[in-house]
């Protein structure tokens, strides 16, 4: 079965430090992952997405993340944390077996400081 | 805005209530998601339509839930006797197709629900 385990529900940087937000996978095929963030009283919002093309993911704010096979990881980063990053982001990986469906992670609560 | 939307924003009810949450997906996506949103924790999912057959819903959690999406565009989860446990945030979304070149999903606000 797939599943998707996020490292840390809450991760505070100081505003300018680096972002790392930590995902691992559980697939036995080579699977489609996304990053997703959620603003409070918002929908979910596409970061980047993994489909087995580039394994550097550039996306939306100036995230990134990187599918590395060997480690089953596919870490968020951002180089440069800035206040209005502060929200929750999930990851999610696509089920196999059709329809597309999505399985997240439990997600990871970004808090940015001044 | 061509966005998903949802309806309404907000919803409480009281125990053993039935309540009926709106999904109005972006136009001519033939894909429709929902998912169910505890506190604290990812979106776990509940149903899939595929125009307006119901193709999955294996994520429903008991026979209380029922959706629908009768015409293939707005759909409708309904929670029949609603318990406390029911408390969560629905997302909804929609995709414009079944492909893998096709899965990118869009997310609605979402419809929280406090059961009291």
């Known amino acids: 079965a797939q599943s998707v385990t996020q490292l840390g529900s809450h991760v505070s940087v100081s505003e300018g430090a680096l972002v790392l937000l930590r995902c691992n996978y559980s697939s036995s095929v080579p699977p489609y992952l996304f990053w997703y963030v959620q603003y409070p009283n918002q929908g979910l919002q596409l970061l980047l997405k993994y489909t087995s093309a580039a394994t550097l993911v550039k996306g939306i704010n100036g995230f990134e993340a990187e599918f590395k096979k060997s480690e089953t990881s596919f870490h968020l980063t951002k180089p440069s944390a800035h206040m209005s990053d502060a929200a929750e982001y999930f990851c999610a990986v696509r089920t196999l077996g059709g329809y597309n469906k999505l399985i997240f992670g439990a997600g990871t609560r970004l808090a940015v400081h001044p | 805005g061509a966005g998903v939307s949802q309806s309404p924003r907000y919803k409480v009810a009281k125990r053993g209530q039935d309540v009926a949450l709106r999904c109005d997906p972006i136009?001519?996506?033939?894909?429709l998601f929902w998912y169910q949103q505890a506190l604290g924790q990812g979106p776990e999912f509940l149903t899939y339509f595929q125009n307006e057959a119901q193709l999955d819903k294996s994520g429903l959690p008991s026979d209380r839930f029922f959706a629908e999406r009768p015409e293939g565009s707005v759909s409708t989860l309904k929670i029949q006797r609603t318990q406390q446990e029911d408390s969560a945030v629905y997302l909804c979304a929609s995709s414009v197709g079944t492909g893998t070149g096709q899965l990118l999903q869009y997310f609605g606000p979402g419809t929280r629900l406090t059961v009291t």
């Open positions: 136009s001519g996506h033939v894909s």
